[in-house]
């Protein structure tokens, strides 16, 4: 009996053991650092696009990480469509690619089809039927739908159904 009992419960270890370690999934956790190739070590936003890449965004410019390497996006002053300021503080995609760049006091949009930034987004904006000026805030919600806030009004971008809503601000102090 008390080989019985001592097998059943060897059994019944095994089993437990097995099936712990058959759910467990293996994470591969790798430190990226500015020895690696990020800009900066102090990290002020993640984002991870559509296409599988991860932007880091920190006090030394944009970093975009394909999971081998980094390239990193900085000023340059005189120099077209780059970032105007390196202090990257938000970073959002909307649902037509475009990557949102937050710089506290404007926002830059990321154009994948050129590999470069827009810094008038008012022209951006209008190209979606949104009218606005530079001192909005823009979000994106879960479905990748834009919100731009205004002074007077609100706007909404439908992604799928490429249509916007114009809804008005009570409320003038944002």
Known sequence: ???H???YL???FWFVTFQYNIGQSSYIFHHLETSSGLSNNSVKAILRDSYGFLWIGTESGLNRYDGYGFKVYTTHSGIPNTLISNDILGLQEDGLGNIWVNLG???MVYKRDKDCFLSDIKQSLISLGIQSDQSCKVFVDKKHNLWVLNKKNVFSYNVKKKKNNRIQNKNTSI
Do not use: D, F, N
């Open 10 to 12: 060897l059994g019944i």
């Open 105 to 107: 006091y404007t926002y």
């Open 1 to 3: 009996m008390k080989t």
């Open 5 to 7: 009992t001592r097998l």
